[in-house]
T-cell receptor
Framework: NAGVTQTPKFRILKIGQSMTLQCTQDMNHNYMYWYRQDPGMGLKLIYYSVGAGITDKGEVPNGYNVSRSTTEDFPLRLELAAPSQTSVYFC????????????????FGDGTRLSIL | GNSVTQMEGPVTLSEEAFLTINCTYTATGYPSLFWYVQYPGEGLQLLLKATKADDKGSNKGFEATYRKETTSFHLEKGSVQVSDSAVYFCALSAGGSYIPTFGRGTSLIVHP
C-alpha cells in the first residue's frame, strides 16, 4: 500500500502565483486533512473533509481552497501565493468510522515544502 | 478553548537513558489524548493514544498515562535508542468535531 501520497515534495513560487498541492490515499479512508507546519510550531489545520463532496474549514483556511470529488483525492489550492504561506504542508487521513479515535489523523504523507519568494 | 503545552526542546540524552517528555492540556469535556512522532523528512505517525482517565497508551516501548487530576499525558520510555531521535507531538481531541489540537512538538536527540 502506498498510504498517503503528496506531490510535489518541494516547490518554489513567486508572490501572486497559484498552485495545487496534490494528495491521494489508497486506504478508502473517509476523513482527510490538510495541515501546515511552521518552524517550532505545532500543526495548524487548514481544511478537512469527512467524505467525498464534503469539506470544512479548519483553524487557518484563509488563502486556501479545497475540493473532494472522490474518496481518494483531496487537493489543496493556493490562489495568490503570499510569503506568509511559506511552510511545510501535510496531508493526512483516517477511517472516520467506529470508535472515535479513528476520527483522528492516522496516516500522514511525507509533506510538501513550499517557499514563496 | 482546547490547548496543549509541551516542554521546550531539544531534549538531549545518551543511549539507554530514561526519557520523559511533559505534556499538559486544557480542554472542554473529556478529551482523547495522543502522541505522534515525526522522524526527519517524514510525516507524523500516531504513536499511542488514551481515551479516558487512567488509561495507559503504549507502543514501541513508549508509554503515557492519561491523568485527569493533573491534566497531563507525559511520554516516557525506559531506555532510549539513537533511532528514537525525532520530534514528538502531544495532541488532544475534544468536542463533537474530533479534530485534534497539536502541541508545538519536542525534539529528542539521542547520542550513542
Amino acid at each position: 500500500n502506498a498510504g498517503v501520497t503528496q506531490t510535489p515534495k518541494f516547490r518554489i513560487l513567486k508572490i501572486g502565483q497559484s498552485m495545487t498541492l496534490q494528495c491521494t490515499q489508497d486506504m478508502n479512508h473517509n476523513y482527510m486533512y490538510w495541515y501546515r507546519q511552521d518552524p517550532g510550531m505545532g500543526l495548524k489545520l487548514i481544511y478537512y473533509s469527512v467524505g467525498a463532496g464534503i469539506t470544512d474549514k479548519g483553524e487557518v483556511p484563509n488563502g486556501y481552497n479545497v475540493s473532494r470529488s472522490t474518496t481518494e483525492d483531496f487537493p489543496l489550492r493556493l490562489e495568490l501565493a503570499a510569503p506568509s504561506q511559506t511552510s511545510v504542508y501535510f496531508c493526512a487521513s483516517s477511517t472516520g468510522a467506529g470508535d472515535r479515535v479513528y476520527y483522528q489523523p492516522q496516516h500522514f504523507g511525507d509533506g510538501t515544502r513550499l517557499s514563496i519568494l | 478553548g482546547n490547548s496543549v503545552t509541551q516542554m521546550e526542546g531539544p531534549v538531549t540524552l545518551s543511549e539507554e537513558a530514561f526519557l520523559t517528555i511533559n505534556c499538559t492540556y486544557t480542554a472542554t469535556g473529556y478529551p482523547s489524548l495522543f502522541w505522534y512522532v515525526q522522524y526527519p523528512g517524514e510525516g507524523l505517525q500516531l504513536l499511542l493514544k488514551a481515551t479516558k482517565a487512567d488509561d495507559k497508551g503504549s507502543n514501541k516501548g513508549f508509554e503515557a498515562t492519561y491523568r485527569k487530576e493533573t491534566t497531563s499525558f507525559h511520554l516516557e520510555k525506559g531506555s532510549v535508542q539513537v533511532s528514537d531521535s525525532a520530534v514528538y507531538f502531544c495532541a488532544l481531541s475534544a468536542g463533537g468535531s474530533y479534530i485534534p489540537t497539536f502541541g508545538r512538538g519536542t525534539s529528542l536527540i539521542v547520542h550513542p
